[in-house]
């Protein structure tokens, strides 16, 4: 599944993210979030939908079938 395929592609993002991230400018990726100003119940809302979407009830069913993984280093 994705979180999987992270462990095992990041060893080659990291790198190439490193002189993206040194340019990055406040306001860049959008705008800070007032301390707390999240809806938990709206939250809990959004987060509940995504864990019924049809993609990651699928990602679950083949996460099942995943009983031979093999431990991996993470890159740190």
């Given at each position: 599944t994705?979180?999987?395929g992270?462990y095992?592609f990041?060893y080659?993002c990291?790198?190439?993210?490193?002189?993206?991230?040194?340019?990055l400018?406040p306001?860049?990726?959008?705008?800070a979030?007032?301390e707390?100003a999240v809806?938990n119940?709206q939250l809990?809302?959004?987060?509940?939908?995504i864990?019924?979407h049809?993609?990651e009830?699928?990602?679950?069913k083949?996460r099942?079938?995943?009983?031979?993984m093999?431990?991996?280093?993470?890159a740190?």
């Amino acid at each position: 599944t994705a979180e999987y395929g992270n462990y095992l592609f990041s060893y080659a993002c990291v790198p190439l993210l490193k002189p993206f991230m040194a340019e990055l400018q406040p306001g860049d990726l959008g705008k800070a979030i007032p301390e707390g100003a999240v809806d938990n119940a709206q939250l809990r809302d959004v987060n509940e939908a995504i864990r019924c979407h049809a993609i990651e009830q699928v990602g679950k069913k083949l996460r099942g079938y995943m009983t031979d993984m093999k431990r991996i280093a993470v890159a740190g």
